[in-house]
C-alpha cells in the first residue's frame, strides 16, 4: 500500500513529540513486513534546509517536495482545502491513503485521508498555547472533521477529549498507542560526558520534553528546591529538551537560585546523549498539566529508570501501575513522591523492573498493525 505521509512537523524548529510520532511511522511502515511503501511529502524548502532536517530522522530518499512554502500551503488547505494533495506533485497522484500525522490537513484528493490528533489540549488550557496556535489548532481539527475519513488519537483518553472538545465525532475516532522502538536498556552517560555536560559524579533526576507552560516544569524544579540536598539525596536535577512555544519564565528564578549547581538545563541532545541520560537517572519526573500520551516516561522506564508522572488519564492509561503519580502543578505532592523513590533503594528497584515490563507492551509491530488496520478499513482492502 502506498501511504502519503506529511513530514513537514521534521522541519519545526521544535518538532516534539508529534515529530518523533512522524519519523517512526514513516520508518516502521516501511520495515515491519508485510512492508508499505510510505511515501514522504514537505512543504518547498532550502535544499540545505530539506537535507538537515531529515538526517537521522529514518525520513529522506524519496521524499516529494510540494511546489509552495509551507505558510501559503498551510493557510490555503487549512481554510479552502485546496489544493487537492494529488494535483501538487507527480509522485502523489497514485497512493491509496494519505496521513497528516498532526492537524495540518492537506486538501482532499481522491485518495482516502486519516488524520492523527493527539490531544485537545489548546482547548483544555488555552492559556498555554499563543493566540495563534489556538486558532490554528481548530481550525486543523474542523478541517479534519470535514475532510477526514478516519481521526487517530494516541490513548482512549485523547480520544474522549477529541470527541468532547473539537467537531470530529466519537465514532470516526481510532485509538493507535505510539511505539517505543528502543531495543532493551543502554548504556548510561561515561564519566567524562556527564563532566561535559555539567551533570559531574552526582546521581541525578531527569526530565525531558519541551519546554512550553503545559509541561509542568515550575512544578519540579519547585519540589526539587523544597527538598533541599538532604531531602533528594544529594541528586541534581537535569533538565533535557529544547524551547517550545512561551518558554519564557517557566523554570522559577527563586527555585533556579535554591538549587544552584544542582540545576543543570541541557537543551536539545542527539539521541545517543538522551538514551544514555534515561538509562542513568535515579529518578524520571514528569510533571505535565496535560498529555495525549505521554512517550517520555514511557521510554524512560523502557531504560529500568523509576518514574514519577503527573495523574492524568492519559498518564494512568499508558504507564498503569508501573509509576508513582502525583497531582499536577501540587508542588508538596510532588516533593513527596520524589523523596519516597530518592529514599528507598527497594522501591526503586521494584519500580524499576515494573516499568521494564510495562514498556515492553508498546511494540512497533503492535504499533504498525493498528494503523494499518486504519488503513484497510478506510480504503476497503
Not at 511503501?37 to 530522522?57: I, K, M, N, Q, T
Not at 561535559?196 to 516544569?217: D, M, N, Q, T
Not at 492509561?317 to 529514599?343: F, I, K, M, R, T
Request: contains cysteine; proline residues 10%.
Amino acid at each position: 500500500m502506498r501511504v502519503a505521509v506529511n513530514v513537514e512537523q521534521l522541519l519545526s524548529p521544535s518538532p516534539g513529540g508529534i515529530g518523533r510520532y512522524t519519523a517512526q511511522l514513516v520508518m516502521l511502515l516501511a520495515s515491519i513486513p508485510p512492508v508499505d511503501d510510505p511515501v514522504p511529502f514537505v512543504a518547498r524548502h532550502r535544499p540545505g534546509e530539506l537535507a538537515a532536517a531529515l538526517v537521522g530522522s529514518g525520513v529522506g530518499p524519496g521524499t516529494v517536495v510540494l511546489p509552495f512554502p509551507r505558510p501559503l500551503l498551510y493557510e490555503t488547505w487549512v481554510r479552502f482545502g485546496l489544493p487537492p494533495l494529488t494535483l501538487c506533485a507527480p509522485g502523489l497522484r497514485d497512493v491509496d491513503v494519505v496521513h497528516a500525522p498532526s492537524v495540518a490537513v492537506p486538501g482532499r484528493g481522491p485518495a482516502p485521508l486519516v488524520v492523527t490528533i493527539h490531544d485537545a489540549a489548546p482547548e483544555i488550557f488555552p492559556e498555554a498555547f499563543t493566540p495563534r496556535g489556538r486558532r490554528w489548532h481548530a481550525r486543523g481539527a474542523a478541517a479534519a472533521a470535514h475532510r477526514a475519513d478516519l481521526v487517530i488519537t494516541p490513548t482512549r483518553a485523547a480520544a474522549e477529549e477529541v470527541a468532547e472538545r473539537t467537531p470530529v465525532p466519537a465514532e470516526r475516532i481510532r485509538v493507535v498507542h505510539h511505539a517505543l522502538t528502543v531495543a532493551g536498556r543502554g548504556p548510561g552517560l561515561g564519566d567524562a560526558r556527564r563532566r561535559e555536560l555539567g551533570i559531574g559524579e552526582a546521581p541525578y533526576v531527569c526530565w525531558v520534553g519541551s519546554l512550553e507552560p503545559r509541561k509542568g516544569v515550575a512544578t519540579l524544579v519547585e519540589a526539587m528546591a523544597a527538598l533541599g540536598p538532604s531531602g533528594r539525596r544529594g541528586c541534581r536535577l537535569v533538565l533535557a529538551g529544547y524551547a517550545g512555544w512561551l518558554p519564557a519564565g517557566l523554570v522559577p528564578d527563586a527555585a533556579r537560585r535554591r538549587l544552584g549547581a544542582d540545576l543543570v538545563e541541557l537543551g536539545r541532545l542527539d539521541d545517543a546523549t538522551l538514551w544514555g541520560l534515561l538509562a542513568g537517572a535515579a529518578v524520571f519526573a514528569f510533571p505535565s498539566r496535560h498529555e495525549g500520551f505521554g512517550l517520555p516516561p514511557l521510554e524512560a522506564m523502557s531504560q529500568g529508570t523509576p518514574v514519577v508522572a503527573s495523574d492524568l488519564p492519559a498518564l494512568r492509561e499508558v504507564l498503569g501501575p508501573a509509576a508513582a503519580y502525583a497531582p499536577p502543578g501540587d508542588v508538596e505532592a510532588w516533593a513527596a513522591a520524589l523523596s519516597c523513590l530518592l529514599g528507598d533503594d527497594r522501591r526503586r528497584a521494584a519500580a524499576a523492573a515494573a516499568g521494564a515490563r510495562r514498556a515492553a507492551l508498546y511494540t512497533p509491530e503492535a504499533f504498525v498493525s493498528a494503523t494499518r488496520a486504519v488503513y484497510r478499513e478506510v480504503t476497503g482492502r
